[in-house]
């Protein structure tokens, strides 16, 4: 059974840094992706980065050069280091997993089948 848990969420001000940590119960060195998503109030889920074979690394748009996501595989462990949070970064933040996948890692929450229940991010201006 696979399980995921975030941690490392928090409320910061406008400018500051979080480092989110995933805790899961898989072989992260195993061809996979993971990834973290986020939700804000009132928004849909949207892809933030994600991790593959090799670490190759996809990351929104509105994340590059702020995010940075990296793994641990000797402690199954993915990570989310942000950098200049600002208000529009507040969200439930989710990691991901989808297990087997091949290729360049996708932001596509299709793609995803194991998920955990999500930190809370809040920015304050």
């Known amino acids: 059974q696979v399980q995921l848990v975030e941690s490392g969420g928090g409320s910061v001000q406008s400018g500051g840094s979080l480092r989110l940590s995933c805790a899961t119960s898989?072989?992260?060195?195993?061809?996979?992706?993971m990834a973290w998503f986020r939700q804000a109030p009132g928004k849909e889920r949207e892809g933030v980065a994600a991790?593959?074979?090799?670490?190759?690394?996809t990351y929104a748009d509105s994340v590059k050069g702020r995010f940075t996501i990296s793994q641990d595989n000797a402690k199954n462990t993915l990570y989310l280091q942000m950098n200049s949070l600002q208000p529009e970064d507040t969200a439930i933040y989710f990691c991901?997993?989808?297990?087997?996948?091949?290729?360049?890692?996708?932001?596509?929450?299709?793609?995803?089948?194991?998920w955990g229940l999500g930190t809370q991010v809040t920015v304050s201006s």
């Open positions: 991901a997993i989808a297990p087997g996948a091949l290729g360049f890692p996708t932001l596509r929450q299709s793609a995803y089948t194991y």
């Open positions: 991790i593959g074979s090799q670490g190759r690394t």
């Open positions: 898989v072989y992260t060195y195993n061809s996979n992706y």
